[in-house]
């Protein structure tokens, strides 16, 4: 019933706030963006995730077809969800289990965040082409009931060059870890304000 009542509230927040500016997602119900199942091989068999924070990515690849390809390559890498230009959600992993997403890597002065966190890949190169407004919108449902249940801080919804970044600094003599170049700073800034928007809208209709 909670799970319920928590997905049903945070449709009611998007509708009612997300439709204001360009940048943020079109007003969309509960289930707005289609789902499918693609299961990935590549999952931990015996851990199950923490879920305390996210990891964003994009696949820099230039098909959706060659992404999930990728990401289901038997013994390569992994994610949960793959997010595609139309807001469809290719579904690769139940949130529970561990996959192959961020390597090496720390957020909060801990290693291994494939151990604690969700990984999201957005599909596309956004160096070169920004997220689609649909991909926000696709992504903040995805995580908004995520986010409320587990209440996961805004500080651990990271992109993969940052908890990169902080294993480089915390681990400057490895030579087999190469900075990670991933989600532009301006669409990192723009889903995190669309996620604000809404988890403040929550906060607010709670009180």
Known sequence: MRTFVSWLL??????ATVACTEDRPTPMA???YREVSHPTPNIERDTLNEMLGVVLHHTALPTLEAA???????G?????VVIDTDGTRYILA???AVTYHAGKSILNGRER????????????NTAQVPLTKEQIGSGVEFLLPLITERHIPLDNI?????????FIHHHPTEKRCKTKVDISSSDYSRFMDALKVSLDSIQSLSE
């Open 10 to 15: 945070a449709s009611i927040v998007v509708i």
């Open 30 to 32: 509960k289930n707005h």
């Open 68 to 74: 999930l390809k990728e990401l289901t390559r038997p």
């Open 76 to 80: 390569g890498v992994s994610s949960h």
């Open 94 to 96: 139940p949130l529970t």
């Open 113 to 124: 965040c494939n151990n604690f966190c969700i990984g999201v890949e957005f599909q596309g």
């Open 158 to 166: 990271v992109t993969h060059k940052m908890v990169r970044d902080n």
